[in-house]
């Protein structure tokens, strides 16, 4: 989005504004009945508290700002999530798995050597979450920020990677909780070796950190409330099918505070 529009946008939003509330406009439109429509934002203490819909032209129609809602608000609040949560994440380089995989395992203890398993599928299930992060920027940046305009496609996107990225740091948080015990067996194998010594501290501090607060993370797991099935073609599109019934709730319940169009 150029300065001219956001500039424009934001004058057309500052009608509706309250006082102490902040406003920000999406840079991405969406086009009912050829008419461009953008998404202001209004922000009390950083929270979303309201919305309004714009266009470039006059005279914004309610009943198309309404079929502009819910595409605009998804889109917009599945991305913010995406980042947020996901770049986090995916900020956990492969080096802190590949550098513990690396040093010799010299032992006949089965549950060090399961522990030393399950770590490196936990270091493939990272590469994978890694790549889907970045090929969703790559694609927020390089294609939907360059063109504005969002198609149904993109909504269809955006949906499809929030659940294979909650499907993917649940499959994660699952291994961890059920392969705890021989994680630790690992992780007392490793430090009986002088490798472990010549590590990072950062790197060392990885795996204890994994796995010193199981009973948190069975909370955060839990929060998650994944729909489990043995089938993961059935597992995604019973996930998927549920996010859906609930982002029609939601934008049914936003709707009471659009404040433009009236």
Do not use: C
């Amino acid at each position: 989005m150029d300065k001219q529009t956001g500039d424009y946008i934001l004058k057309k939003a500052k009608k509706y504004k309250k006082w102490g509330e902040g406003m920000l406009v999406n840079p991405f439109y969406w086009v009912e009945n050829g008419v461009p429509y953008y998404v202001v934002v209004y922000l009390s203490r950083g929270k979303s508290v309201a919305s309004a819909f714009f266009s470039t032209q006059d005279g914004e129609v309610k009943e198309e700002a309404l079929r502009a809602h819910p595409p605009l608000a998804i889109f917009s609040e599945l991305s913010t999530n995406i980042f947020n949560i996901g770049e986090e994440r995916a900020a956990i380089g492969t080096g802190y798995f590949m550098d513990l995989l690396a040093v010799p395992f010299l032992s006949d203890d089965e549950q060090a050597a399961k522990g030393r398993e399950v770590f490196a599928d936990l270091s493939k299930y990272q590469q994978e979450f890694i790549a889907i992060m970045k090929d969703f920027t790559s694609y927020y940046d390089d294609e939907v920020l360059v063109r504005e305009k969002l198609e149904q496609t993109d909504i269809d996107h955006v949906q499809k990677t929030v659940i294979t990225l909650q499907l993917l740091q649940y499959k994660i948080g699952v291994t961890v909780q059920q392969h705890g015990e021989e994680l630790k067996k690992f992780e007392e194998y490793l430090q009986t070796r002088e490798e472990w010594q010549k590590l990072a501290k950062d790197k060392r501090a990885f795996i204890k950190g994994m796995l010193s607060n199981l009973k948190e993370a069975r909370k955060e797991l839990d929060a998650l409330n994944v729909i489990e099935q043995e089938d993961p073609d059935t597992m995604f599109q019973l996930n998927y099918d549920r996010m859906l019934e609930e982002s029609n709730i939601a934008m049914e319940s936003q709707k009471k505070y659009i404040r433009f169009p009236k």
